[in-house]
């Protein structure tokens, strides 16, 4: 199994986990909180987001390629000293971070409220912000330990301390969350509050894994040091000139997907109310911004994993000038997109109302289950721009990635209002997807001119899963017209269950088994996915 597979494999794993739990704590907490308490909830994480991006300043994802890049060269050290004073800089500008976000929260909350707001106040939101604000102290200088383990293509400490920061926080939120509910009767601001709280106290649990893992690796890293073959003997100042170097474009396209949602929370209450749709907006909202997001980002943890474990593998074959192998990682990387996102995104969008109805009730489901339908393409350009910048950064071309996510900023700004009014709340998501598909369209054309690239295999293996997928859809609209016409005589939350996993599991079924019998998962992933031969005889 190649590196790229096994490490895509571990991450997205791991951020799979991470994500399916995100949307199981979901269904308790909006039962607990309501539409409006999600909202609040969404207002705090979005800029929540952001400013770890910024705090961070890239040098994660950074020190990944820093750290990969003087190891292929056999210089050890470099990528030593430069994780002892990125860990100083981190915990400063993590401490600046919380400052910023906690004393602008209600500059932040003004340009989030209208006035004709009548379900939460311009201080309700303000709290929440301050509240989730703390865990900045703690992230940068976590994230920066994450880093360096990547770069050295180990993907189990990220793992690891990822899934269990989820479960940490997980805990917290729904346990503060009910007390304050169900035991005290304390307010839903209160409840959000403390929910976005949990964020820190997840931060310190996994804070805790990376300190045990650093522990346990450090005999490793030091024997590391003594094969040492090359010293490039860089001053503190140039090290950082390079590391930044990598940085700044990673800080914009980490959040490039927070920035989407931001325009969203700036424009489309407004854009709502101007014309007569004050009764939705809540609701149509938070399927953009939190509760449907959560289910659209799943096919998208591939594209998030895959971006992490190429980084590394990529930058050190770019390196060591090996064009051959470096451009059949990138083919590798583009098809496992495809292979995967495209039926999920179909699925996900043949079963917006059983998915939505499953996670979330069936209260709302006139509102967010065509809205869903519409969003959940929009996966399929958001997990291609992710791994196409990545690729970018890899081949040294990470300033690119600037300009096509400034393209597609620019696109969703002077598009997202004028969308609204024609299209009404789905216009927001219509100028989502023309922003990030063309952003990714402009990453693919930087890479096919920088490698000569050719896309012929990955339009072949993609018309082939097209097809696939198309029987998959015929099989999935039967299942579905057979639920609905001859079992279930009303859409419930237990007949969105059955049906949902039902017509997913056989439907999913199908596309894996006609993928394995073609040898097209093969082709793509490998001779190890011959292990599924004995379940499909």
């Given at each position: 199994?190649?590196?790229?597979?096994?490490?895509?494999?571990?991450?997205?794993?791991?951020?799979?986990?991470?994500?399916?739990?995100?949307?199981?704590?979901?269904?308790?907490?909006?039962?607990?909180?309501?539409?409006?308490?999600?909202?609040?909830?969404?207002?705090?994480?979005?800029?929540?987001?952001?400013?770890?991006?910024?705090?961070?300043?890239?040098?994660?994802?950074?020190?990944?390629?820093?750290?990969?890049?003087?190891?292929?060269?056999?210089?050890?050290?470099?990528?030593?000293?430069?994780?002892?004073?990125?860990?100083?800089?981190?915990?400063?500008?993590?401490?600046?971070?919380?400052?910023?976000?906690?004393?602008?929260?209600?500059?932040?909350?003004?340009?989030?409220?209208?006035?004709?707001?009548?379900?939460?106040?311009?201080?309700?939101?303000?709290?929440?912000?301050?509240?989730?604000?703390?865990?900045?102290?703690?992230?940068?200088?976590?994230?920066?330990?994450?880093?360096?383990?990547?770069?050295?293509?180990?993907?189990?400490?990220?793992?690891?301390?990822?899934?269990?920061?989820?479960?940490?926080?997980?805990?917290?939120?729904?346990g503060s969350v009910f007390i304050l509910v169900?035991?005290?009767?304390?307010?839903?601001?209160?409840?959000?509050?403390?929910?976005?709280?949990?964020?820190?106290?997840?931060?310190?649990?996994?804070?805790?894994?990376?300190?045990?893992y650093w522990k346990i690796r450090k005999p490793?890293?030091?024997?590391?040091?003594?094969?040492?073959?090359?010293?490039?003997?860089?001053?503190?100042?140039?090290?950082?000139?390079?590391?930044?170097?990598?940085?700044?474009?990673?800080?914009?396209?980490?959040?490039?997907?927070?920035?989407?949602?931001?325009?969203?929370?700036?424009?489309?209450?407004?854009?709502?109310?101007?014309?007569?749709?004050?009764?939705?907006?809540?609701?149509?909202?938070?399927?953009?911004?939190?509760?449907?997001?959560?289910?659209?980002?799943?096919?998208?943890?591939?594209?998030?994993?895959?971006?992490?474990?190429?980084?590394?593998?990529?930058?050190?074959?770019?390196?060591?000038?090996?064009?051959?192998?470096?451009?059949?990682?990138?083919?590798?990387?583009?098809?496992?997109?495809?292979?995967?996102?495209?039926?999920?995104?179909?699925?996900?969008?043949?079963?917006?109302?059983?998915?939505?109805?499953?996670?979330?009730?069936?209260?709302?489901?006139?509102?967010?289950?065509?809205?869903?339908?519409?969003?959940?393409?929009?996966?399929?350009?958001?997990?291609?721009?992710?791994?196409?910048?990545?690729?970018?950064?890899?081949?040294?071309?990470?300033?690119?990635?600037?300009?096509?996510?400034?393209?597609?900023?620019?696109?969703?700004?002077?598009?997202?209002?004028?969308?609204?009014?024609?299209?009404?709340?789905?216009?927001?998501?219509?100028?989502?997807?023309?922003?990030?598909?063309?952003?990714?369209?402009?990453?693919?054309?930087?890479?096919?001119?920088?490698?000569?690239?050719?896309?012929?295999?990955?339009?072949?293996?993609?018309?082939?899963?097209?097809?696939?997928?198309?029987?998959?859809?015929?099989?999935?609209?039967?299942?579905?017209?057979?639920?609905?016409?001859?079992?279930?005589?009303?859409?419930?939350?237990?007949?969105?269950?059955?049906?949902?996993?039902?017509?997913?599991?056989?439907?999913?079924?199908?596309?894996?088994?006609?993928?394995?019998?073609?040898?097209?998962?093969?082709?793509?992933?490998?001779?190890?996915?011959?292990?599924?031969?004995?379940?499909?005889?």
């Amino acid at each position: 199994m190649s590196n790229i597979l096994r490490g895509t494999m571990l991450l997205t794993g791991a951020t799979f986990l991470s994500k399916i739990l995100g949307i199981i704590y979901v269904i308790p907490f909006e039962a607990l909180v309501g539409s409006t308490g999600a909202a609040l909830y969404a207002f705090a994480y979005n800029p929540y987001m952001i400013l770890i991006s910024i705090s961070t300043m890239g040098i994660p994802l950074a020190m990944s390629k820093f750290v990969s890049k003087y190891n292929a060269l056999g210089d050890y050290e470099t990528g030593r000293r430069m994780f002892k004073s990125a860990s100083i800089v981190m915990l400063f500008t993590g401490i600046v971070a919380f400052l910023l976000l906690f004393f602008s929260a209600e500059l932040i909350a003004k340009g989030f409220t209208t006035k004709e707001e009548v379900n939460y106040t311009l201080d309700d939101v303000k709290f929440v912000i301050q509240m989730v604000s703390f865990a900045l102290i703690i992230i940068p200088a976590m994230s920066i330990i994450r880093g360096f383990f990547q770069g050295y293509g180990s993907m189990g400490p990220t793992a690891v301390s990822q899934v269990l920061e989820q479960i940490i926080r997980i805990i917290f939120l729904l346990g503060s969350v009910f007390i304050l509910v169900k035991v005290v009767g304390s307010t839903t601001t209160n409840a959000v509050g403390m929910a976005t709280f949990a964020a820190f106290v997840g931060a310190l649990g996994s804070l805790f894994v990376l300190g045990y893992y650093w522990k346990i690796r450090k005999p490793y890293l030091d024997k590391q040091l003594k094969l040492q073959k090359k010293t490039s003997n860089l001053s503190p100042k140039e090290m950082y000139r390079e590391l930044l170097g990598y940085a700044g474009p990673f800080v914009l396209v980490g959040i490039a997907i927070p920035i989407y949602q931001l325009i969203d929370q700036f424009t489309f209450p407004n854009a709502m109310v101007s014309i007569g749709l004050i009764q939705i907006k809540d609701v149509a909202l938070s399927v953009i911004v939190l509760l449907g997001h959560k289910l659209v980002i799943i096919p998208v943890t591939l594209a998030t994993g895959l971006s992490l474990a190429l980084l590394p593998i990529i930058t050190k074959s770019f390196t060591e000038k090996k064009k051959e192998l470096y451009i059949q990682q990138i083919n590798q990387a583009l098809q496992i997109i495809v292979l995967i996102t495209i039926p999920a995104v179909v699925g996900l969008t043949l079963l917006s109302k059983e998915a939505y109805g499953s996670f979330y009730g069936v209260e709302d489901l006139p509102v967010a289950a065509p809205l869903l339908s519409w969003y959940a393409p929009v996966a399929l350009f958001y997990g291609l721009f992710t791994v196409t910048a990545s690729i970018l950064q890899g081949l040294n071309k990470q300033n690119f990635a600037l300009i096509s996510l400034g393209v597609g900023l620019l696109l969703k700004v002077v598009c997202n209002i004028p969308f609204i009014l024609i299209f009404e709340a789905k216009g927001a998501v219509f100028a989502t997807g023309l922003a990030v598909l063309t952003a990714s369209l402009l990453n693919l054309w930087k890479i096919k001119k920088t490698t000569s690239i050719s896309y012929k295999p990955l339009v072949k293996r993609a018309m082939l899963i097209f097809i696939f997928t198309i029987g998959m859809t015929i099989l999935v609209f039967v299942v579905k017209w057979i639920f609905n016409a001859f079992i279930f005589d009303e859409v419930t939350r237990f007949s969105s269950v059955i049906v949902l996993f039902v017509s997913a599991g056989i439907g999913g079924y199908f596309y894996l088994w006609i993928s394995y019998k073609s040898t097209l998962l093969e082709r793509v992933l490998g001779n190890r996915v011959r292990v599924l031969g004995r379940i499909f005889r």
